[in-house]
């Protein structure tokens, strides 16, 4: 069972290039585009030659000639296949994976497999917002408040890594917080 064409397009148009790139190396904009340090390991270099254009959504490195779209970056500094590539970015940004099939009972199946996939992740999702939440806002938590600031972890790193807390014996309020947002307990589990 193959991708679809129609999911293909959709990844290559709706993900950005500059935040997938960003996962690899540090950019910062020069122009119209952006620049860094090439993340590809066998390349080390101490001068930015990676550029990311993200007008075109294609990256390309002058110094070891290396180009293409997100799918091919995640494909190759990932080390996964294309199939995989395409999963990986159309389930971080959010988009439906549709598949071409031979079958009904394989387009059933996949459909189950990507409906089961997106509760996943939504799921993950509502826990990361509650614990969260429950690091900035919980009486409990002052103590790992006080923790990360004295590690010199700030509001910002603490937002970007999505760092929450888990206060002991929370798991009603869990539970009742993440039925309010339609998270059952077969997705949880």
Do not use: W
Request: aromatic residues 8%; contains cysteine.
């Amino acid at each position: 069972m193959r991708i679809s064409r129609r999911t293909i397009d959709e990844v290559r148009q709706g993900v950005d290039v500059v935040e997938v790139a960003s996962e690899f190396t540090a950019l910062r904009r020069q122009g119209t585009r952006f620049v860094g340090l090439c993340p590809y390991p066998d390349h080390q270099e101490k001068t930015p030659s990676f550029s990311v254009s993200p007008d075109l959504g294609l990256y390309y490195c002058f110094g070891c000639q290396r180009g293409g779209d997100a799918i091919k970056l995640v494909q190759e500094l990932r080390s996964v296949t294309f199939a995989e590539a395409v999963q990986y970015l159309a389930e971080k940004n959010g988009l439906r994976i549709e598949y071409e099939s031979s079958s009904p009972e394989e387009a059933r199946k996949a459909r189950e497999t990507a409906s089961r996939r997106h509760r996943i992740y939504r799921a993950l999702a509502a826990a990361t917002v509650y614990y969260q939440k429950c690091l900035a806002q919980s009486r409990t938590a002052q103590t790992a408040r006080r923790y990360l600031a004295g590690r010199k972890i700030s509001q910002s790193t603490i937002e970007e890594f999505k760092l929450g807390y888990a206060p002991e014996g929370s798991g009603a309020g869990f539970l009742r917080a993440m039925r309010n947002v339609g998270v059952g307990v077969k997705e949880l589990r």
